[in-house]
């Protein structure tokens, strides 16, 4: 299967504990991007790469997410000291090129932050 | 005012007939604009893109873009129950996206 995936689909972890997620893109694919998605929400952007660098990050993130996309291919996610609010579905993204809007998905990682 | 506004619905169409999805815009200097279709439980697909002004068609969708009074629309023919899904816009800004809150549609057979 070449398309995007994603490890953990789920994680389960109590207030306070650190969590990194895995996103590995389409192979071609130079742009990874990471949302976050609530019920009844459409996803809401967290940041993307090109190739390895970050090039934005919302302005809206707390300094507890970090992510990072070493030699351009797979990237993590790390949210440190989790919070209840933090429960939400990740979603990873990837383009080729200059089709920045047309991404391709992954199936997603839910956290459950008790 | 938020970047991307979606009619959250739910919008219930009979089988056969058209859906009409709308979607307004802040950010003035968007440029590319997309449909995508979530079912529920699953993640975003794409499936329209429109980058200048007037209709694209695709199948039974129809992709509408105005500019200048910043609305995008997405029309669905010959509606199928298999299309009962949420339907979020999305814009290109400055490089990233951003997602309306998505229009559920639920096509009735």
């Known amino acids: 299967d070449t398309g995007v995936s994603q490890n953990p689909r789920h994680k389960i972890t109590k207030r306070g504990q650190n969590v990194t997620f895995r996103c590995d893109p389409i192979?071609?694919?130079?742009?990874l991007y990471w949302y976050r998605q609530t019920l009844g929400q459409g996803p809401e952007f967290l940041t993307y790469f090109q190739n390895e660098a970050q090039l934005e990050k919302s302005r809206l993130l707390s300094d507890r997410f970090s992510a990072e996309r070493p030699k351009g291919s797979f990237s993590t996610l790390e949210i440190q000291r989790t919070e209840q609010g933090d429960s939400a579905m990740y979603l990873c993204?990837?383009?080729?090129?200059?089709?920045?809007?047309?991404?391709?998905f992954g199936p997603g990682t839910r956290l459950t932050v008790l | 005012q938020k970047e991307v506004e979606q009619n959250s619905g739910p919008l219930s169409v009979p089988e056969g007939a058209i859906a009409s999805l709308n979607c307004t815009y802040s950010?003035?200097?968007?440029?590319?604009f997309f449909w995508y279709r979530q079912y529920s439980g699953k993640s975003p697909e794409l499936i329209m893109s429109?980058?200048?002004?007037g209709d694209k068609e695709d199948g039974r969708f129809t992709a509408q873009l105005n500019k200048a009074s910043q609305y995008v629309s997405l029309l669905i023919r010959d509606s199928q129950p298999s299309d009962s899904a949420t339907y979020l816009c999305?814009?290109?800004?400055?490089?990233?996206?951003?997602f309306g809150a998505g229009t559920r549609l639920t096509v009735k057979p």
């Open positions: 950010d003035r200097g968007s440029q590319s």
């Open positions: 429109i980058y200048s002004n």
């Open positions: 993204a990837s383009s080729f090129g200059g089709r920045v809007g047309e991404q391709f």
């Open positions: 999305a814009v290109n800004i400055g490089g990233d996206m951003r």
């Open positions: 192979s071609e694919h130079n742009r």
